[in-house]
């Protein structure tokens, strides 16, 4: 079912999305090469507990953490580990949910972590833009399609390709709510979005082949080619003037 936000629920969404925004702001901060997927795990849990909210990720289907941590090869789904540290010249996507006050906000950003060579280095920054392109293109009455076909034209313009199995996804008083939101598809295709809908857009944007691998763990996704990916992505309310990005 898809919910439209009234303006008292909308203005709950921007508290849980201004912790979403602030939590990945804190993170870009305090990854360092060295640090395992686990302790910015841990960093991330106490900063969610210290606003007294709570991580919208852990124990969701049984998902054992607050952050997903997917490094290069992983598109996302990374699950924090002892085992893997962060080194220098890997991309880094880290990916939270900040549940606070009956409502959740989900974004994730990818972090260049030193010299990470001229190919991640503009993955990294076309996956943004594929975020931005899309949403700068919404507007009430906007089908679904046109921001898959924004972010997918604007990857593959760039060389690079659109993750297929996995999308964006409708958010409130749930995580995954109505409708899914692909990252590729035809203008003018679905339906329209409303004016109170929010979702999650997060283009997953392959250097290589667009297939993905799902690992045995149940969770990590990973290229098929094992080239890198990167992730990013927002939480978007639709308003009556276009888009307010609620976890900047
Ligand atoms: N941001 C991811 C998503 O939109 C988070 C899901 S990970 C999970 O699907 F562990 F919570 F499932
Ligand atoms: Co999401």
Known sequence: MITVKTEEQLERMRVSGKMTGDLLKYLEKIIKPGMSTLDVDKRAYEFIKSLGAEPSFLNYAGYPASTCVSIDDTVVHGIPSDDIIIREGQIVSIDVGVYFNGYHGDAARTFMIGDVGEEKRKLVEVT?????????????????????????????????????????????????????????????????????????????????????????????????????????????????????????
């Open 128 to 248: 943004e833009r594929c975020f931005f392109n899309a949403i700068e293109h919404i507007t009430e009455g906007t089908p679904i399609g046109d921001i898959g076909y924004y972010v997918q034209s604007y990857a593959e313009a760039n060389g690079f390709s659109v993750v297929r199995a996995l999308g964006g996804h409708g958010i409130g008083s749930k995580m995954h709510e109505d409708p899914f939101i692909p990252n590729f598809g035809r203008k003018g295709t679905g339906i329209r979005l409303k004016q109170g809908m929010c979702i999650a857009v997060e283009p997953m944007i392959n250097a290589g082949v667009f297939q993905v691998e799902f690992l045995s763990d149940g969770w990590t996704v990973k290229t098929k080619d094992r080239r890198p990916s990167a992730h990013y992505e927002n939480t978007i309310a639709i308003t009556s003037s276009g888009v307010e990005i609620l976890t900047l």
